[in-house]
């Protein structure tokens, strides 16, 4: 199976991309912007994060040609529909405006091929859900802080020796019992706010944890982000769901048939990147 350029995918789902932030992988992200094409774009927050460039000013020439990239498909005809996160909320100022070609909107619902109604909002709305004591939001922080530096130097490593991309801050949180308990609550909390709409499921982003499964009957996507799993959610003009890595290659991590079927958990090779 390979990631084939042109109209592979009818809508595409992207958040958490963090531009302005130092690791921000934007590269990635534009050889995929450049590569595939779609009839809807769904970047669901977090595209630009206004606190990292509170505390220091980072914008290098990836970081616009990111921006550009979007506005160009916007522009050629790609309905881009932006739903502003907790990092560029003040964006959600402009709720119900256009930005040039790209719609703002504080949620969304989107419908599937297949006829599945699914909400569509950044996530940070489930919070109140996963409350932490300031003094456990100081610490979680400065870890996350501690995680991303070791996965910058792990990569910078890794590509000195040939190697592909590996998000060694996802491996790690993944083996941290009460990381694991937060992404559980929340994604709890999503499909009960979904189930609560009388909708089939939802799509999100906020917590960086990429998925593609069903919860209690409902369908739970998270489209993961661009600073630890550079990941995207994908629905194809069959109606089929994907969560794909994009790196130096692509990765089909998870799929789904547009009927509900199966979730495919193997890890698929796609093909490199032109």
Not at 101 to 115: D, F, L, M
Request: charged share 25%.
């Amino acid at each position: 199976m390979s990631v084939e350029t042109g109209n592979r995918y009818k809508t595409i789902w992207l958040s958490d991309i963090h531009l302005g932030f130092k690791d921000c992988r934007a590269d990635y992200l534009l050889n995929f912007l450049n590569s595939v094409e779609c009839e809807t774009l769904y970047l669901v927050g977090d595209v630009v994060d206004l606190w990292a460039l509170k505390r220091t000013f980072h914008w290098p020439a990836s970081h616009y040609d990111v921006v550009r990239a979007l506005f160009a498909k916007a522009s050629e005809g790609t309905r881009v529909v932006y739903i502003p996160g907790n990092h560029d909320e003040p964006m959600r100022d402009y709720v119900g405006h256009i930005l040039g070609p790209i719609e703002i909107k504080r949620e969304a619902i989107h419908t599937t091929v297949s006829g599945k109604r699914l909400l569509m909002f950044h996530g940070d709305c489930l919070d109140e859900h996963i409350l932490l004591s300031k003094w456990e939001n100081l610490i979680g922080d400065a870890a996350y802080d501690f995680l991303l530096f070791l996965n910058r130097w792990a990569n910078f490593f890794r590509r000195r020796f040939g190697r592909n991309y590996w998000s060694l801050a996802t491996y790690i949180k993944q083996r941290i019992p009460n990381a694991r308990q937060v992404i559980t609550v929340f994604e709890d909390a999503a499909v009960k706010e979904a189930a609560r709409r009388g909708l089939d499921g939802v799509i999100c982003g906020h917590i960086h944890q990429p998925a593609l499964k069903k919860i209690k009957g409902l369908l739970y996507c998270n489209d993961g982000d661009w600073i630890e799993n550079c990941t995207l959610l994908g629905e194809t003009h069959e109606g089929n769901l994907e969560l794909v890595q994009w790196t130096e290659h692509q990765t089909l991590l998870q799929s789904m048939t547009g009927n509900g079927g199966p979730v495919k958990a193997e890890i698929l090779p796609l093909r490199r990147a032109g």
